[in-house]
């Protein structure tokens, strides 16, 4: 029963509680036309969010309302597990009070993006819940979301027949493209990235991600990632090649702020109109890469971990490069006659295919 009085409906007309609980910066991006698009659709939403990276930054900037709840214990298993234990636990407390809130109106389904403490949650207090996710190697996090979530949404590169060890057999919900053709669907580029960070147009500029250090299947030293880096210093001195270094941690900002010819933003910025402006892109992790795929901007990957499905789909069709030495980069003016033609998706597709275990 939705919202504790009505009946479900394929059309959303029934008005629904739904929670979201977001863990990590690019999550935000992932689920802030989800939530526009449940609110307009007469939905209460609930936001819940881990402090790590810029998760919380990204919330205030977006202006969503959200509740902050626990943060990131550390790369290592155990301490991982530590974190599974006691923010879960905390996200129970936070739901049974909220019913309160709510007049005793329990939430109809919970939603995360790869997030094992909503998953535990919600399987604790009875509640259906929804995960989503684009890389399918990341076995600790899957083998718990997986088997708890009652639906499994992933791009549809990603052959079911890899989840299915998960224990996402019969729960997978494919979707077309990639993830961020769908939330970047609005986007129109804002120039005022480029002023707020003393970027002159004029001149190349390379927008580069830092490696997931704290990822369990990121763990090892990316050495073509420090090449990276020394060839861009030089470049910034020799030939005028900006570059924009966005760090994933608190740790990594302090270390990148220390090296001269870098811009390093201290806050969470607009870097999707960056990515948009920018000549090129070097990611070691994957959301980036993403994004520039979708915004039309050429891109390097210097991932060091086993791709995923969705890379590998995009690498063969020549739309991501893997970088396998610095000599491949090309540091100059990107040619504007040479644009790709963006690919615009719904949201609301997203939305269906999350809200599947309650609309049936």
């Not at 009505?6 to 863990?23: G, N, S």
């Not at 493209?177 to 500029?205: H, N, S, T």
């Amino acid at each position: 029963m939705l919202g504790g009085s009505c009946k479900q409906t394929a059309t959303f007309q029934c008005p629904m509680r739904v929670w979201i609980d977001l863990t990590n910066s690019p999550h935000v991006l992932v689920m802030r036309p989800v939530i526009e698009a449940l609110r307009a659709d007469g939905h209460e939403v609930r936001v819940t969010a881990r402090d790590f990276a810029q998760t919380l930054q990204l919330l205030e900037r977006f202006g969503i309302d959200h509740t902050a709840i626990g943060h990131h214990r550390g790369e290592h298993l155990l301490a991982k597990g530590t974190g599974l234990v006691s923010r879960s636990t905390a996200l129970v407390r936070w739901a049974r009070r909220d019913r309160r809130r709510a007049g005793g109106q329990r939430f109809d389904i919970a939603l995360g993006h790869g997030s094992n403490d909503v998953s535990v949650a919600a399987r604790l207090l009875g509640i259906p819940c929804s995960t989503t996710f684009d890389y399918e190697w990341a076995a600790v996090q899957h083998h718990v979301n997986c088997r708890l979530a009652q639906a499994v949404v992933v791009p549809d590169a990603i052959p079911p027949q890899r989840l299915e060890r998960y224990g996402a057999r019969g729960k997978v919900r494919g979707y077309e493209g990639l993830k961020e053709e769908y939330y970047l669907a609005d986007l129109e580029p804002d120039p005022a990235v480029l002023e707020q960070l003393e970027i002159d147009r004029a001149r190349p500029l390379v927008v580069v991600r830092t490696p997931p250090e704290v990822s369990l299947y990121h763990r090892f030293e990316n050495d073509l990632f420090a090449d990276v880096l020394a060839r861009l210093r030089e470049t910034g001195a020799s030939e005028g090649v900006q570059s924009v270094v966005l760090p994933r941690t608190a740790e990594q900002r302090a270390q990148l702020s220390a090296v001269p010819g870098f811009t390093v933003p201290q806050r969470a910025i607009d870097a999707q109109s960056l990515i948009a402006y920018a000549d090129l892109v070097i990611s070691a992790g994957g959301t980036m890469n993403r994004e520039a795929v979708a915004l039309g901007t050429p891109v390097y990957t210097t991932f060091e971990g086993r791709l995923g499905a969705v890379d590998e789909r995009l690498i063969a069709e020549g739309r991501l490069r893997k970088l396998g030495a610095v000599g491949q980069l090309d540091l100059t003016k990107r040619d504007p006659s040479a644009a790709v033609a963006r690919v615009r998706r719904d949201p609301r597709k997203l939305v269906a295919l999350l809200l599947s275990p309650v609309l049936g």
